[in-house]
């Protein structure tokens, strides 16, 4: 027999053998897919664009043409596989809590050539997100081989999209830390081993090959005084609610192309030709793809204010366009570019009102980074640990700490909890909350539901309810009528002192006129908010809204257990 010591090594040697494979087998699909976007924009800039370029006024059109061709393609494979539609974040979402670390093959290679195309061929969207959607594809994939446990599958899963982002942006604590915030809305201390060893793994294989995670510098010696820390409340301030109304913007927009009478294959074409028309403008500022060229313009101060401004909108209209008319790509590095610019141009303005304080618009860059992303994400440390790591100072922390706390709690406050990434959940009927665990949203009701529950017939007395009582020692019961349909409940607290005479009443005169009912469908969160909300210790299951039949019962005693059986399983110790 094994001893505990003997078990734990065991146990341990295999997760953190697995935690390694989870980072090489991240970092090695970060390069890929990095290869891969090369290519497609040599394919597109260097071989098609030449062929179709036409001078207009001094710019060149075939600009135009050039998403307008990518989302075409794109919209082909959105027939065959609708949901890869995207950044790919919310789905790594999904997979890890409510579907145990599944992440289908064929969707995700799908989604990978999509998120290629469309960033390849001018598409104003972020790779990041897709990187670490394919990390945690790679590893899901990997788990299943092996036939790991279901919370081996989610954790390995949450490890390789860590190692996807430590590898993008050379940052392997901001990697473990969005992971962390994003996927399991909260720290758990045992789980952080596995994760930061992932982390670790995937950026030095990326390094490894790459030498360069990050294609941008970001300026030596740079940093604040302590008057100016009221100007990044500000800005956070600004930011956070730029953030909220943002990301709500994204999905005011999805749904006006889902809702609008242009034929499926068309609409990304059109998003396609709208930021090929904003790209054309803007050409050699970042409006196409990705956006780090225009962002280092804005850290090295080689932009005007105005110019800065103009940037932001442009990029916030062309991600948009991009994203809400159903193409593949992230927000992750939009929200970075987004930031950037409205924060490098809110210091200019500063060091201009207040020359005195030798305001440097680098480090207000920086910090509406960190402010926006932080409120379209929810996920501030991620962006505090990526400042830190990317400037490999401390001397702006304090800025960006502020900056990014206010971005978060004011976009918060507008959102009520949500992020871009739970919102698109949400509209799949995924109900998460960022900053809390999610448990109970993962269990529904149908199986955690006491089937063929003990039942009162509305014609029975109080007298017989007591006795029911007395028997079973339950304190309440589901009233059904002939049919076996819900027609209310009953419990203790209607019986007690109510007289002999009273008692011989039938039951269906004293049934509560409201009260609450669940499906099998359900959540064990929803039926616990309802107990709640009625001050009842039971719930009737019924089968659907529908049908009234009676097919079980949920008390307050199964959520709890439910619960505590939930949140072990979140542990892998």
């Known amino acids: 027999m094994e001893t505990w010591g003997r078990r734990y090594i065991k146990k341990w040697g295999i997760v953190i053998g697995f935690s390694i494979l989870a980072g090489l087998v991240g970092g090695a699909g970060a390069i890929a897919f990095r290869l891969l976007i090369a290519g497609t924009h040599h394919l597109f800039f260097d071989l098609i664009l030449p062929e179709i370029s036409y001078e207009v006024g001094g710019f060149n059109a075939g600009y135009i043409f050039l998403p307008a061709l990518g989302a075409l393609i794109v919209a082909l494979m959105i027939r065959n596989e609708p949901d890869i539609r995207g950044n790919g974040i919310p789905e790594v979402i999904e997979a890890v809590i409510f579907k145990g670390g599944n992440i289908p093959g064929r969707f995700a290679i799908l989604k990978t050539l999509a998120t290629s195309i469309t960033i390849g061929s001018g598409g104003s969207v972020g790779r ?22 279901r919370e081996m599958r989610k954790l390995l899963v949450t490890c390789g999209l860590a190692a996807g982002i430590a590898g993008t942006f050379n940052t392997p604590l901001a990697g473990a830390m969005f992971a962390l915030e994003v996927v399991y809305m ?58 909220a109304f943002y990301a709500l913007f994204l999905y005011w927009l999805t749904d006006r192309f889902t809702g609008s009478r242009i034929p499926e294959l068309w609409k990304p074409v059109v998003g396609g030709l709208g930021v090929g028309f904003l790209g054309m403008l803007f050409p050699a500022y970042g409006i196409f793809g990705i956006g780090y060229e225009g962002m280092r313009m804005a850290f090295y101060g080689e932009l005007a204010i105005g110019m800065m401004i103009i940037l932001g ?32 141009a809110f210091g200019g303005i500063v060091g201009a009102l207040m020359p005195s304080l030798g305001a440097n618009p680098t480090v207000y860059a920086l910090a509406g980074m960190a402010a926006f992303f932080s409120g379209m994400t929810q ?3 991620t962006q505090i640990l990526m400042v830190t790591e990317l400037t490999r100072s401390y001397a702006v922390l304090p800025a960006v700490m502020t900056s990014a706390t206010m971005g978060f709690l004011t976009a918060r406050f507008f959102l ?21 665990p999610v448990i109970l949203e993962t269990i529904s009701v149908g199986e955690i539901m006491t089937r063929d529950p003990v039942y009162v017939t509305e014609d029975m007395t109080l007298f017989e309810v007591e006795h029911l009582i007395a028997e079973t020692g339950h304190d309440c019961f589901p009233v059904v009528n002939e049919n076996l349909e819900v027609v209310g409940i009953i419990g203790v607290k209607d019986i007690l002192k109510r007289t002999s005479s009273v008692k011989r009443l039938r039951v269906k005169r004293f049934l509560r006129r409201a009260y609450g009912i669940t499906y099998p469908h359900e959540t064990a969160q929803d039926a616990l908010e309802k107990l709640m909300v009625y001050n009842q210790n039971l719930l009737p299951v019924v089968e659907s809204p529908k049908n009234r039949k009676l097919v079980g019962v949920v008390t307050k005693k199964d959520i709890y257990r439910a619960y505590y059986r939930g949140l072990e399983s979140m542990y892998i110790d």
């Open 379 to 381: 996920a501030p440390l």
């Open 416 to 436: 009520r909890g949500e992020s871009i990434y739970t919102l698109k959940l949400l509209r799949k009927g995924y109900r998460i909350k960022t900053g809390k």
């Open 313 to 344: 909108l442009v990029k916030m209209i062309a991600t948009a366009l991009t994203i809400g008319s159903g193409q593949s790509g992230g927000v992750f590095a939009p929200s970075l570019y987004i930031g950037t610019m409205f924060g490098a």
């Open 186 to 243: 909260g720290a758990f201390s045992i789980n952080l081993v596995p994760i930061f060893i992932a982390a670790v793994t995937g950026n030095a294989v990326t390094l490894a090959v790459l030498r360069n995670a990050f294609e941008i510098e970001i300026p030596g010696g740079i940093g604040h005084t302590l008057p100016e820390l009221p100007f990044f409340f500000l800005l956070g301030l600004l930011l956070g609610i730029m953030a």
């Open 128 to 149: 990041e997100g897709p990187i670490g959607f394919i990390g945690a594809a790679l590893t899901s994939i990997l788990a299943r081989w092996f036939g790991l446990s």
